[in-house]
């Protein structure tokens, strides 16, 4: 009796050791479990946390440059509500079918002229405050639609919008504004043809061209 309760004790103890080993296996396995999901989490969240702060110095940036173009000479520019950009103040009005820079009246293109120092001067003071972003100088030409020209010649509308986009600077740079000096400072000519976000409601009024400046976001993130 007394070798069959020490055999039933010798049986209990070896099923509690198997049983305490297997539960040390399953907590070391769930140790590491919660470890590297642990870790991962905490990954996640810095990189979130990193993504934030560079969201942040971006916004901050536009925010400052926002408050830069509110800057710009009020006699001649004027900000657009619902394409939310600063716009051309002055009345440009090209001839029918032409780009010819000259078409516009003198003392219009003093105006002009008036303007595109103002963009200038805005640029210095952008690049020496933060000579780290670059930004875009969009020069949008615009062309009137006459019945559905803007569906039968589309073609002829962008190249006239974009002539039109060219011979403004061309007016800049023969009156001494070189806007390529600034390094920081990519200069865009388009034409946005018979389309675009920037036409007036009156078609008449859209033989002309638009002014925008914009930060480039991608290089802002990359710096």
Known sequence: MAKSNEKKRDFFWLSYSDL????????????VLVYTMQNKMIGELNEKNNELKVAKVEL???KRIQEALEKLDPNYFLYDKRNKRYKLKVDVQFNSNSSQITDIPIAIRREILGAGKSIHKLMTQLTKENPNVNYLLII????QR????FIKIPDVGYRLSY????SLINYWQSNGLDFKKFSNCEILISGSGYFGKSREDIESENRKFTIQIT????????N
């Open 20 to 31: 305490m080993t297997s539960l040390f296996f399953v907590m070391l396995v769930l140790f």
């Open 60 to 62: 901050d940036e536009i």
């Open 140 to 143: 949008e030409g615009n062309t």
């Open 146 to 149: 006459s019945g559905n020209n």
């Open 163 to 166: 002539n039109r986009a060219l």
């Open 215 to 222: 930060p480039k976001i991608g290089d802002m993130k990359s």
